[in-house]
């Protein structure tokens, strides 16, 4: 098992920045891939953004494309999520999630491609 620490969320106006953080302790040493998800009162639950844990590269969902940067901290085994011009459609719970297990069709944007998911940090904004 995995345990995450997830923190950065909050109330921010339109057009404002928030960076979340997750760190993550456990079995983390066959970390594949690490992502973000969120979750909006009533919507399924959608990818924003991943990257490899070893590599470094990132993929995002078009929605974040552009204003959001996923970035890792190896040594602290954390993963963050800099989210800049927010919207209030960005309102959401964000999950930060990880992948213990090489799926060889995968393209680690969907939630059935990761074994281990936090507890999720709020993020509202306001118009």
């Known amino acids: 098992q995995v345990q995450f620490v997830e923190s950065g969320g909050g109330l921010v106006q339109a057009g404002g920045s928030l960076r979340l953080s997750c760190a993550a302790s456990?079995?983390?040493?066959?970390?594949?891939?690490r992502g973000w998800f969120r979750q909006a009162p009533g919507k399924e639950r959608e990818f924003v953004a991943n990257?490899?844990?070893?590599?470094?590269?990132?993929y995002y969902a078009d929605s974040a494309k552009g204003r959001f940067t996923i970035s890792r901290d190896y040594t602290k085994n954390t993963v963050y999520l800099q989210m800049n011009s927010l919207k209030p459609e960005d309102t959401a719970v964000y999950l930060c999630?990880?992948?213990?297990?090489?799926?060889?069709?995968?393209?680690?944007?969907?939630?059935?491609?990761?074994?281990?998911w936090g507890q999720g940090t709020q993020v509202t904004v306001s118009s």
């Open positions: 999630a990880n992948s213990r297990t090489y799926r060889s069709a995968a393209s680690y944007t969907e939630s059935r491609d990761y074994d281990d």
């Open positions: 990257i490899r844990w070893s590599g470094g590269n990132t």
């Open positions: 456990g079995r983390t040493l066959n970390t594949y891939f």
